[in-house]
């Protein structure tokens, strides 16, 4: 009898229509379950097909001129390969915003955009970040569209109900139905992924990915990502992208941003452990330690220190790097965040000016030419954006390897070598590393930095 109770009430709270928790008046009104909310937020829900094209690899020996003359036209070029991409999308606005997964389209050289009432669209990606995982699409010649409402993703609490929508396993769009079971999930990824999550149980399977994730009014909660899995299948522990993030990045793509921009902190952190909490006289782990700032960092400047505990972003708790990254980015690059820190028992309110990663010094990229003997090689000189967008060390100077080319790798060069001297000739700029392998001789030796080691490559010409 109670467990018949508990399930009508439940279903009761799965109907927008009803303001309060009360007990199912009728058998139409128990039958009903979700397909109230279902009916006004599927047709919001796509299925996103796309085209992926990668270049095979070639015979070791075709680049060799004997070789490829000896075996004449039997030794293999590269060859180009075509993969298939399925996912999911939801569309944010009548004119043809779709928001999904980067991992999904992000490099799609063909996207189709398929509705429920089966109409296809081709698409584009206007704005993506590997990163969050995020690529905003838009769709070619839509109006009029169905979309979903971004709910503010930080009033989200554990337990509450909530559907996810998509296109698991390419079956056609399904329903899964579970609760919030999780908030500030940090640590999970696909691919190159790394961020802060909301975690759901219901249940989200390959295809789902940038499907929706919405609450039993049908505001979308969040875009589904990753999932916890050892068998491939759903295991009840599934990740999705807060739609505060989302909303970030459609005002982005709105604004015409081809790139995202998210503010820099200059900072590294890290979580603040039980031993580390003790250290300090803290009753409760609570905070970012820093344990780094750059000296163009907009916290520097604004008076923090390292050893300082950063609690609060914005009277928002932050427990982890991740955490605090994110609170950053929803707020936006061109405003101020009020950031609360702990110096010793000292708490306070500090204001933190949101601002894009400095262009100082000159990043001076360049791309040598076939004058050089490694043509193709790409590098930059190290700056804060630089590094933000490669991942460097904060404290990281110096010559970059940006792309090794194809001459670069076969010789060793990686991305994010830190080249520091080419046959004895000291690196300091990216016109260095273009002079000094214009004319190097037979031999040639490079030193650089590799993860924080010391490497020697060597090779002849």
Same mark, same amino acid.
């Given at each position: 009898m109670i467990r018949a109770s508990f399930i009508s009430l439940m279903l009761v709270m799965a109907l927008p229509a009803f303001a309060e928790t009360r007990v199912p008046q009728s058998q139409s009104e128990i039958s009903l379950g979700f397909a109230p909310v279902v009916k006004k937020a599927s047709p919001a829900v796509v299925n996103i097909y796309a085209k992926i094209v990668r270049q095979g690899r070639a015979s070791p020996f075709y680049s060799d001129p004997f070789f490829r003359d000896f075996f004449g036209g039997s030794l293999g070029a590269p060859q180009q390969r075509v993969q298939n991409s399925l996912g999911s999308g939801v569309i944010l606005s009548e004119d043809g915003y779709v928001v999904s997964n980067y991992h999904v389209v992000g490099s799609a050289t063909e996207i189709r955009v398929v509705t429920t009432d089966r109409r296809e669209f081709s698409a584009s990606v206007v704005l993506g970040h590997e990163e969050s995982d995020i690529a905003i699409l838009r769709l070619g010649q839509a109006q009029d569209l169905p979309y979903l409402t971004l709910r503010d993703s930080d009033q989200v609490e554990v337990g509450e109900l909530t559907l996810a929508i998509g296109n698991p396993f390419g079956v056609g769009q399904t329903v899964s139905s579970g609760i919030i079971s999780g908030l500030a999930r940090t640590g999970t990824a696909t691919g190159n992924a790394r961020g802060y999550f909301? +975690? $759901?149980?219901a249940a989200i399977n390959p295809g789902n990915s940038g *499907?929706? =994730?919405?609450? !039993?009014? *049908?505001d979308l909660i969040g875009i589904n990502t990753s999932i916890l899995t050892r068998s491939g299948g759903s295991n009840g522990i599934g990740f999705a992208i807060p739609a505060n993030l989302v909303a970030e990045f459609l005002k982005q793509a709105q604004q015409g941003n081809d790139s995202f921009v998210s503010p820099w902190a200059g900072m590294t @952190? +890290?979580?603040?452990?039980?031993?580390?909490? %003790?250290? =300090?006289? =803290?009753?409760?782990? =609570? *905070?970012v330690v820093i344990s780094d700032l750059h000296d163009l960092s907009p916290l520097r400047e604004a008076g923090l220190k390292v050893g300082d !505990? !950063? $609690?609060h972003v914005d009277g928002d708790e932050v427990n982890s790097p991740? %955490?605090?990254?994110? #609170?950053?980015? !929803?707020?936006g690059v061109g405003g101020t965040s009020v950031l609360t820190r702990l110096r010793g028992t000292q708490s306070e309110e500090v204001e933190v000016a949101l601002i894009k990663a400095p262009e100082v010094p000159a990043a001076e990229e360049t791309t040598l030419d076939e004058a050089t003997v490694l043509p193709g090689l790409v590098v930059s000189r190290v700056n804060p954006a630089v590094i933000s967008d490669m991942g460097l060390p904060l404290s990281q100077t110096g010559v970059v390897v940006v792309d090794p080319g194809p001459y670069g790798g076969r010789a060793g060069l990686r991305? @994010?070598?830190?080249?520091?001297?080419?046959?004895?000739?000291?690196? %300091? #700029?990216?016109?260095?590393v273009e002079n000094a392998l214009t004319d190097p001789g037979r031999r040639v030796q490079v030193g650089l930095l590799r993860g924080g080691r010391s490497v020697s490559l060597r090779f002849r010409l």
């Open positions: 909301i +975690q $759901t149980d *499907g929706a =994730l919405i609450d !039993v009014n *049908g @952190g +890290q979580h603040m452990s039980a031993d580390i909490a %003790e250290s =300090l006289g =803290l009753a409760i782990p =609570l *905070g !505990v !950063v $609690t991740a %955490e605090m990254k994110f #609170r950053m980015s !929803v707020a991305s @994010g070598d830190i080249l520091e001297s080419i046959n004895s000739n000291d690196i %300091e #700029r990216p016109g260095d």
